[in-house]
């Protein structure tokens, strides 16, 4: 049997798409991890569990932004014909930024427990961080796949990667802004500004719902 | 090469399988961590094993609970062919309140060992509250199915979904149930009551053994 | 598009070999958990590093127990076309089995790094018996299995099914006579033996370098 | 529906790249969880964290060097049509020495983090033991590839295994001269040492941005 080389490309796609579900699969699991019993004298378990309520806001605010990255992650990677090392190496930014997730959350949630502000801030400015760092890796790979339109199948228009640059560099901007006003004015505040931004990145998710009649380029390369 | 429409449409559904395949892997395997060397003197390893029994039967009963939802899992998206965003919203439902499973299964498991009936009795109505989130999503999933045909293939009657549907809104009903009987009673009780709920809804699981010829519908969309 | 009902029944055991993957992948990598920093006081590394060798050996062990666990799945569902519901439940109870590997693993290693001999003794029944269950568990497929031919293709021999279940027997006896020897004579000698016998069943791993021409029973079912 | 010899063939690779991609996304996502929260008092996180700056190194350095695991693994099992029993075990091998990375990486972090220089130089050369077992795992599997010509596809020059082998011994000698450095002169110059290591390698990948033609061969075997 021949293995055409389509069916190389393709292979190639599927094999990048199933390490990286596998990789954001483990990050949105390993989540739960830091949710932990609370340590409280014996009898007090209620109100140790209810006093870690702003743990389970960071651990759904992080769960949403995971679910978010897939969801992107998939609208993108179905209009991808071939990958190319650079392509590879983007990926695998977005997958760095995404995995160290659980890190920033961690911190957050036990300093948002533990109740000390300067502690707090701190943990806020850690998460806005990482969050500006996932859309940075965002902005790198829609940039290259703006300029590489042979690496997307053949009636894909690169406008769609264009689109998508614009909307995570708001992500870029937006996620220190959400850190400083969570410094200056209240931590609490800079997680629920967190969430909503993940809602925002949610909503705005495109191409899920289109069911492009793909044909790979024959031009070119 | 030309992709055509169906087998995007495929692609969609294998990928969004392989993610949830992921998370749900990774649950089920996770539940072991919490069965930890008990902190006993030297010597007293065997008794220290022995007095976690009420973990080890938190701990079947979770991996049972998680088996019964990939099954579940499985026999459903068998029968979708394309997949639109609320769909996707649906399934990270599920996949957020299976993958919340090890935290209440810990604190259960925790809370048993020690033998402190308040904390047991806070313990087994968290577990209650997490099982009962888990059906209200299944329910949420089917609702949704039942009433948009055009997602599932072209054969497969929408009464298996209807029928899907009644199954889980018992649990919705179910868990909270078992949750009161086990603080009232025994939060033993309660976890057994888990166990038989896990049971009734694997022995119940429908559709695994039909081979349904699968046609996609033209009509419509 | 149709799909067909043979490419339905593909994809059922193309899933069902994506999640039991995941829970291997996932056992096999969790292992390395519980190779710990030793708890040494500053400048004492090097010897706690090397007073953890028994641990090291656990680890060796029990990652090789998974990776035969892995190749046996593989030899095993390679040659089966259709997966009925006791048959998902028998696959179930060996993931269920090799899931647990971890916990067994922790308390081996840990009772022989710390040296009491009651305690090592106990750690090496549980390890028996863990792996007797494996053992168990895969005995109940093969026998299902052997008795089932309509759901492998149409030209696997189900003698085939008949000698693992002959193989597998082998380990329900001797792991626990593994774990009496340890018992009675030496913790590490019983953990030699573990190995050893790892070795043994993944010497004897069969079906993994035939090609067979595989075809579906039309027959039947 | 008859599967032929060659699907059966294509399954195969298939499934042990499933695997493979499995073990890898775990490590490459569980090298996280050792970034903890610092143990400081209340409203000294800030300097906490910044404290742990040899910690993130180790993490970059070990993300980058599984990256690169999997970029190699990826654009060598594509050039692979059959895989025998000794190439399953060669691949086990280099999931083993890869999954056992986030332990060296764990001690060497948190020797660096603590500022012992007598266990900074022990975790040096662990790293570097490990880092040496992983080439040593890929010089046996390019060595096999290289001599099993029928085991790739067809138009596959093995020449390319060969030149494989070569780059990969590379690294068997330069991880335990990085060792010696790191322990002789600073271990933070090792770490340092191993990045760029990583970094020379995922820059030699060969092989990612070749189309080739794949065709099975029928000769021989």
Redesign the interface.
């Known amino acids: 049997?021949?293995?055409?080389?389509?069916?190389?490309?393709l292979?190639?796609t599927n094999?990048?798409?199933?390490?990286s579900?596998?990789?954001?699969?483990?990050?949105?699991?390993?989540?739960?991890?830091d949710?932990?019993?609370p340590e409280v004298p014996?009898?007090?378990?209620?109100s140790g569990?209810a006093s870690q309520w702003p743990g389970y806001l960071a651990y759904f605010t992080s769960?949403h932004y995971v679910?978010v990255v897939?969801?992107n992650h998939?609208a993108t990677f179905?209009r991808i014909?071939?990958?190319?090392?650079p392509l590879?190496w983007a990926n695998?930014g977005i997958?760095?930024t995404a995995?160290?997730l659980?890190?920033p959350t961690?911190?957050l949630s036990?300093?948002l427990v533990?109740e000390?502000v300067?502690?707090a801030r701190?943990?806020v400015a850690?998460y806005a961080l990482v969050g500006m760092l996932l859309y940075v890796s965002w902005f790198v790979l829609f940039h290259y796949l703006a300029r590489r339109p042979h690496l997307s199948?053949e009636n894909i228009n690169t406008e769609f990667f264009r689109r998508e640059r614009t909307r995570v560099a708001i992500g870029v901007f937006l996620y220190p802004a959400a850190g400083v006003l969570g410094v200056v004015f209240s931590p609490i505040l800079g997680l629920v500004i967190f969430l909503m931004l993940s809602i925002f990145f949610g909503v705005t998710?495109q191409g899920?719902?289109e069911?492009?009649?793909?044909?790979?380029r024959s031009s070119g390369h």
């Open positions: 049997m021949n293995r055409s080389s389509d069916e190389v490309r292979a190639d094999r990048v798409e199933a390490f579900d596998g990789v954001l699969a483990i990050v949105i699991t390993l989540l739960v991890l949710l932990r019993l014996p009898g007090r378990l209620l569990l769960f679910g897939w969801l998939h179905r014909s071939w990958i190319d090392p590879h695998l997958l760095f995995a160290l659980p890190f961690s911190v036990h300093a533990r000390n300067a502690d701190t943990a850690l199948y998710t899920l719902d069911r492009p009649h793909l044909r790979r």
